[in-house]
């Protein structure tokens, strides 16, 4: 750690740290306690066409049912499960819990968030592949999203999976863009098929003019790359029409459906159009 702060700082002992680690400790100890007890759930957040509104895909979030804490988020945990080496069995059961629900949504696409420690595993897509077989899921419905944490750990590994799952039909999402770096580079180098803009290019569209203007542009950019785009984190109605006008292929958010359990999804996609995702321009 003194290593990281550069050779001519000194390194001072701070007792914070120790107890910040064996509280990671024992969070890691609960997880891995949860893990057996079944405490592990799949939800799903619907997806829509952009110029239907129909609910296209899915996508898979994994949630920690605590018995006395509740329900804990995957921004607390997945980290955690990333460090203790965790991230993955609990990636191989989202996988395998979301594929096996999203069975009995014909023609649905799923989406299943990928952690950049899973393609450390070179086999990674041979592994998934295997699965998917296992299961009966076809490989044209899966898509997998990932973050720029992936590309920029092993550039050449990943490259190589991108590549090799994209061969099996897979789609490849790249998550997050807008935080980070959003290297114009990458989306180059790598043979993604959608980007997903962050929440946070989102948040203000409506309101500050700079903030459109900068999510129109980065929707141009990708379009410019032949890239689908799915806006993430879509709250209101005027956000969806700025959107839409501007050229995402889907959208996602409170505005139209928030994550619901499989029993749910089921419900939900047989429902045509709901009356509150009816928005103006529809028709
Ligand atoms: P993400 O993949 O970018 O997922 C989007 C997050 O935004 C989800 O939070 C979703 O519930 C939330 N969200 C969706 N619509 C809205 C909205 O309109 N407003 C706001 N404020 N939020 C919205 P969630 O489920 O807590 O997941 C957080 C992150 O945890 C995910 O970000 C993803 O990076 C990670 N994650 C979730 N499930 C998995 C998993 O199975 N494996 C891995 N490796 N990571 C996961
Ligand atoms: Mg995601
Ligand atoms: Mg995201
Ligand atoms: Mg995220």
Redesign the pocket.
Known sequence: LAKEFGRNRVAFYDPSIDAARSERTTLADKLREAIKADQLA??Y?PIFEAGSMRPTGV?????WLHPEVGLV???IF?PI??ESGL?DQ??AF?IGR?CRDALEWPGVRLS????A??FRNPKFDVVLANMLGEIGFPTERLEI?M?ETHLVANPERAQAIIANLRARGVTIAL??FGTGYSSIGYLRRFAFDKL?L??SLVVGITSDEAARELCEATIALARALDLRVTA????TEGEAVLLRQAGCDYL????FA??MTAEAVGSFLLSTVPTAVALPWTG
């Open positions: 799949v939800v957040q996508e898979a979030l994994v949630r988020p995957p921004d997945v499960a990333e991230i609990i990636g989202v979301a299943v968030n990928v952690s420690v899973q999203e973050t998550d997050d997903k962050d929440r993430e984190g879509v709250e996602q958010g409170y505005a928030r994550p």
